[in-house]
T-cell receptor, first 111, second 115 residues
Framework: SQQGEEDPQALSIQEGENATMNCSYK?????LQWYRQNSGRGLVHLIL?????REKHSGRLRVTLDTSKKSSSLLITASRAADTASYFC???????????FGKGTTLSVSS | DAGITQSPRHKVTETGTPVTLRCHQT?????MYWYRQDPGHGLRLIHY???????DKGEVSDGYSVSRSKTEDFLLTLESATSSQTSVYFC??????????????FGSGTRLTVV
C-alpha cells in the first residue's frame, strides 16, 4: 500500500507564483524524499529531509517535515514553466529496505 | 539517465508470452529496484536487490521474477504476460539504499504493452 500520499493531485499556477504541495505518510520514517518527473521521463531526486530535521532548502525548493503530523510540504518559489512536472514524495517501507512512493502531484506552470 | 540504461524502451507482446526487461548500470551501486507506474497508482515496488543474487519482493511481485547475477545487471521477467501488466517499468539504483542522501537514480523506463 502507498506510504505517502500527495495533495493536491493537480495544481495549476502562473509563472512567478509559488507552488506548495503536501505529502502525508502513515508509519515512522527515517527520511522523506521528493522527486520530480517530467513527462515521459524517469524520476529525478530533488531533496532529502531526515526525520530529525524540520526544514531544508535547496535553491528555490523549501521542504518542511512535521513528524508529529506525519506530513511534509514542498514549496517551489517563483515558479517557471520548466517546473511543469509531476512531483512525488517517497519514504522508506516498514522494513527500511526500499522507498515507497506516493501517487504524485501534477504541477502545471503557465507563462 | 547517466549510468543506468533500460532495454528495450518500448515493447509490445502477446498475452501468455514471457518477457524480460533489462536494467544495466555502470555506477557499481549495490541496490537496484524495479517499479511499475500506472495512472492513479503512482509508482509501485515490484522487486529489489541488495547485492548479487540477493533479491526480495516488493508490494506487487505476483507474476514477476528477477535475477541479478552481476552487479551491473538486474533483470525483470514477466513469466506469462497478462494485460494487467501493461505499464511503464522503471529501474532505479542506489549506492546505500533508502538512506542515501543522493536518493535513487532512475532509468528512462520501458513502456510495455500486452495485447
Amino acid at each position: 500500500s502507498q506510504q505517502g500520499e500527495e495533495d493536491p493531485q493537480a495544481l495549476s499556477i502562473q509563472e512567478g507564483e509559488n507552488a506548495t504541495m503536501n505529502c502525508s505518510y502513515k508509519t515512522s520514517i527515517n527520511n522523506l524524499q521528493w522527486y520530480r518527473q517530467n513527462s515521459g521521463r524517469g524520476l529525478v531526486h530533488l531533496i532529502l529531509i531526515r526525520s530529525n530535521e524540520r526544514e531544508k532548502h535547496s535553491g528555490r525548493l523549501r521542504v518542511t517535515l512535521d513528524t508529529s503530523k506525519k506530513s511534509s510540504s514542498l514549496l517551489i518559489t517563483a515558479s517557471r514553466a520548466a517546473d511543469t512536472a509531476s512531483y512525488f514524495c517517497a519514504t522508506n517501507n516498514q522494513a527500511g529496505t526500499a522507498l515507497i512512493f506516493g501517487k504524485g502531484t501534477t504541477l502545471s506552470v503557465s507563462s | 539517465d547517466a549510468g543506468i540504461t533500460q532495454s528495450p524502451r518500448h515493447k509490445v507482446t502477446e498475452t501468455g508470452t514471457p518477457v524480460t526487461l533489462r536494467c544495466h548500470q555502470t555506477e557499481n551501486h549495490r541496490y537496484m529496484y524495479w517499479y511499475r507506474q500506472d495512472p492513479g497508482h503512482g509508482l509501485r515496488l515490484i522487486h529489489y536487490s541488495y547485492g548479487v543474487k540477493d533479491t526480495d519482493k516488493g508490494e506487487v511481485s505476483d507474476g514477476y521474477s528477477v535475477s541479478r547475477s552481476k552487479t551491473e545487471d538486474f533483470l525483470l521477467t514477466l513469466e506469462s504476460a497478462t494485460s494487467s501488466q501493461t505499464s511503464v517499468y522503471f529501474c532505479a539504483i542506489s549506492l546505500i539504499g533508502p538512506q542515501s542522501v543522493d536518493g535513487y537514480t532512475f532509468g528512462s523506463g520501458t513502456r510495455l504493452t500486452v495485447v
